[in-house]
């Protein structure tokens, strides 16, 4: 009897090793990748024709950016989440979507086993399992790569003996891309001295003349750019072809691993620090003193949570409610120029906006107070501070 088993497929050397090592066992493999925003038509069928030459049973593409997005890029923007205030999670985020989206397939499937080609030195083998086990506790783990602890060329050398004589020579540089931004890895990430090159990230800079965009967002979630309305999903994507063009969203983050290490990881992710840095702007017209005071920490506890893999925990969901219910005057429009490899914040225009001139000018003018009742404010917000002078001498 075939042992039906679900293999979360990127056509990879990894997975292309557990393919074929896992149909020569005799499972019967079902290979499913997960499109979070980094596969074209083209793509998806080369994956096909791979896993099917491999010996797997089947291959699926899901199609989940509209799921990404809904799910968790939505509340990336709202929570204006920055992992150690440089990283829009642009990699470690899809990680959940795909997990989900492959318990399903195994499910519909009812395959008895779903493996995955994670090493034992990452943060995605943390994630897959997690979500794995939670959603999907009878469900046997298969990690072919981890439990073997396989070299690239004890993987190599086992498909050149079965058969597969395929190149496999190993890029400069690993591209992982999404919809998100672009993870990008090399030998100076691997250390802390050097940069990435100019050579190493997907986009060139082809504009060097300073471009003025408008991007509208409505109830927090950017709809529109210039004088077009688009879903938020077509907006994020236009943004990333305008700002791209510019080589704008570079850099190098570092941070601790959910194992235990630091780690470092180039990224280019455009669209997304400059649709939550012009929606951070929006907020800050729009939103109460201690509105913004409480996001920053839930933004921040939200990003840490879904790059530990800890999406299923109830109190992201609890997150996601606050978060949600402080976007409902986060309407308007942010004004930004594009320069190369950097962007400037312009201003706003909103309905909501709570710089009410009528109130009075910062700094200027008051509207709304007289003298003796601001100084009377500051004499008793000096009461406290007064009290414990007195006291402590």
Known sequence: MNKKLVLAYSGGLDTSYCVKSLSEAGYEVHAVSVNTGGFDTTEVSALESKALTLGAKSYTNIDAVETFYEDIVKYLIFGNVLKNNTYPLSVSAERVTQAVAIVGHANKLGAQYIAHGSTGAGNDQVRFDLIFQTLAPKIEIITPIRDNKLSREEEIEYLKSHGVDWSWEKAQYSINKGLWGTSVGGS???????PLPDSAYPSDCTKTASEKISLHFDK??????????????????????????????????????????????????????????????????????????????????????????????????????????????????????????????????????????????????????????????????????????????
Request: hydrophobic share 40%; proline share 2%.
């Open 188 to 194: 100076e990430t691997l250390k802390s001295r050097e």
């Open 220 to 393: 927090g979630e950017l709809v529109g750019i210039n004088d077009t309305t688009y879903s938020p999903v077509q907006a994020i994507q236009q943004l990333q072809t305008l700002a791209g063009a510019f080589a704008i969203g570079r850099d190098i983050h570092v941070g601790d691993t959910i194992i235990g290490i630091k780690g470092r990881v180039g990224f280019e992710a455009a669209a997304a620090l400059a649709s939550i840095k012009a929606h951070q702007l929006l907020e800050k017209h729009t939103l109460s003193k201690w509105q913004l005071h409480h996001k920053d920490y839930i933004g921040s506890y939200y990003g840490m949570m879904l790059h530990e893999g800890q999406y299923l925990d109830p109190v992201m969901r609890d997150f996601e409610a606050l978060l949600n219910s402080s976007q409902k005057t986060v309407t308007g429009t942010v004004f930004i120029t594009l320069h190369p490899y950097r962007f400037t914040l312009d201003g706003i225009k909103s309905d909501y906006d709570l710089m009410d001139n009528s109130f009075g000018t910062y700094g200027e003018a008051n509207e709304a107070w007289t003298a003796d009742e601001a100084k009377g404010f500051i004499k008793l917000s000096a009461n406290a501070g007064k009290i414990y002078q007195h006291v402590n001498k």
